[in-house]
């Protein structure tokens, strides 16, 4: 489907890929790994067509349609909804429809002889169209746009109005609607949270086409990718197996080659000495010219290597503090002074706990840690910090508060101007500036070195707090593994945000999981908040700490709770058998009555074409909106019965 035949590219004087052989298969999923700036996005160029390379020749299937999500999205002139540009997925349906309509509009004025051609034409038109989903597209649109987090009272708005996130999101919609043969995806999870990086992995487990997912999300490649491309060193490689199986692999490829290499190096440096032992002498020449050829003909054995953004990273120890680092009580948050964000929020962080908040965007996950860090004082409610606690926030935007022409050393020295010389030049080596590094500007530094600069800054005091908003945005998967190593062995208190769910079952040993204007806490892992609330997302508990909502509560108030949540969930169980039985029998009536109009337009037994190709598209729509509701109703059906009968509201157990 699509080759690569000893390809060559170079930019300037870096080799970005020298001699690639890559042939990509049908259907296959591939996941795309390497270091930043190795030349991954390189490779998608390649495919698309934007690139031509220097050397060699990519060879595409003819016809093969490509759908790609690049990193960063191209600037959109389109004026209309945020559903309407999903809609320009299958801008060919457009056409289709105006000719139908075309075709209705002239039968009535055509002479009945020559109306076959015409019916016929229709007919053709009309069974492609539904063919390419044209009945059920805008019903796709908007579920896959809920999906990935938009309110549906949003779908209307602008598409223009929307952050360049967003836009992002709806750029994923789009492509992903095109239905194309192979999907181009590079870093898709880059401005996704939690619930839409899960969304993603179910829709893409569906899709029917190829697949080259270029992340740094282990969870989208592990639960995705069949087959695995690494792209380094001006190599590309394939490995025929997930991403698990890739890195043990890889480990015995890199030793094979390093033993290899050192074998040829033996032999090389065994032909040198024979060189230079015999070069002046006559009798020998024509032998020295031999080994000299055979010198130049030796092909030098590369032994891969990833180099990570982030190989540095030691975390000190933090200062000593009280067991209770922090708590919030009756905290709400309001920017407009209308819609609150946050509302009667109560937790508590203790010495040594590991916390991620969970939530789509726009939930409140920030306003609530910038509300911990004192970054913004809450509009109700107060902050109490506990015993000698230090927070450590770091933002989402910390590379833009760091002068681009200041020195790596300038700015951890400014964080903390009592800092000692030599205790400064030892920390920075820990984060892996040494020697000259300490004198590069900021502008200069790569996204894994501006990670690990902020990070020096922020130890500059060493907190005993951290605060930390999406802290691998910027980081490989090497990278992001060392962070991990290093938050699980820090002895402080850690709350974060992040989309990246492998770094979070990684670090977080409890979760917050935001419903505004509320929150609900899981004293658990990831894994143990995603058993909970269901892979349908059910409903949470009330908007405060469930531990602090039942920590007085008696024997007998919790029997009395137990018995209404049973009675509630009875009460649920039978409205969602009413509602699936209900949507069944509206199912099949749709369903038989669209079959009627079929057969009736076939036949020619229509007073108008144009009102029967009407009722077509309404059925259509009636019948994929009550199939979406048959299939939600059904989940949480299913949800509420394995749910066990006597659970508890969360706590603090």
Known sequence: ???????????????????????????ERVGVVGPNGAGKSTLFALISGELTPDAGSVAVQRGLRI???????????????????????????????????????????????????????????????????????????????????????????????????????????????????????????????LPAVEWLEKTLASFQGAVLLISHDRFLLRSLCRATVEVAGGCVTRYSCGYDEYLVQREERVRIQEAAARNQQKRRDQIERFVERF?????????????????????????????????????????????????????GHTYDGQRWVLREVDVRIMRGDKIALVGYNGMGKTTLLRILAGAIEPTEGRRVLGHLVVPGYQSQDFAETMPPSQTVYRVVKDANPDIPERHLRTMLGGFGFE????????????????IRLAFARLFARPPNL????????????????????????????????????????SVATNIIALQPPGIQRYVGGYDYYRERVGAAGAPTAPATVAAEATGGASKKALRRMRAD????????????????????????????????????LETGRVASYSVANQRLSALQERIDADTARWEEASLQLQQIESEPTDSTIEGDR
């Open 1 to 27: 489907m699509i080759e690569f035949i000893q390809v060559r590219v170079q930019f300037g004087a870096q080799e970005i890929f020298r001699d690639v052989d890559l042939r990509i298969l049908p259907n």
């Open 279 to 331: 070069r002046a002498k006559n009798t020998k020449a024509s032998i020295v010219q031999s080994r000299i050829k055979m010198l130049d003909r030796m092909e030098e054995i590369v032994v891969p290597h990833l180099v990570s953004d982030a190989a540095y990273l030691r975390i000190a120890d933090p200062p000593h503090s009280g067991a209770e680092v922090l708590r919030l009580e009756g905290v």
């Open 466 to 505: 951290l605060l930390l908003d999406e802290p691998t945005t910027h980081l490989d998967i090497q990278g992001r593994q060392t962070l991990e190593r290093a938050l699980r062995d820090y002895a402080g208190a850690v709350v974060l945000v992040s989309h990246d769910v492998t770094f979070v079952r």
């Open 67 to 193: 759908g790609m999500v690049r990193q960063q999205l191209r600037p959109h002139a389109f004026e209309g909804s945020l559903l309407d540009f999903a809609l320009q997925a299958r801008p060919e349906l457009e056409g289709m429809v105006k000719r139908l309509h075309e075709i209705e509009h002239a039968l009535p004025a055509t002479d009945p002889d020559a109306r076959a051609p015409l019916l016929r034409e229709h007919g053709e038109l009309q069974s492609r169209f539904e063919h390419l989903g044209g009945y059920s597209l805008k019903s796709r649109a908007e579920a896959a746009l809920c999906g990935l987090g938009f309110a549906p009272a949003e779908l209307e708005r602008s598409f223009r109005s929307f952050s360049g996130g967003w836009q992002m999101r709806a750029e994923l919609v789009r492509v992903l609607l095109g239905d194309p043969d192979v999907l181009l995806l590079d870093e898709p999870s880059n401005y996704l949270d």
């Open 435 to 450: 020697g000259g590094a300490i004198d590069k500007t900021v502008d200069v530094l790569s996204g894994g070195e501006k």
């Open 565 to 600: 949540q049973r009675r509630e969930l009875q009460q649920k169980t039978r409205a969602l058998k009413r509602e699936i039985d209900a949507l069944e029998t509206r199912i099949q009536q749709a369903e038989a009555e669209r079959a009627e109009t079929l057969a009736d």
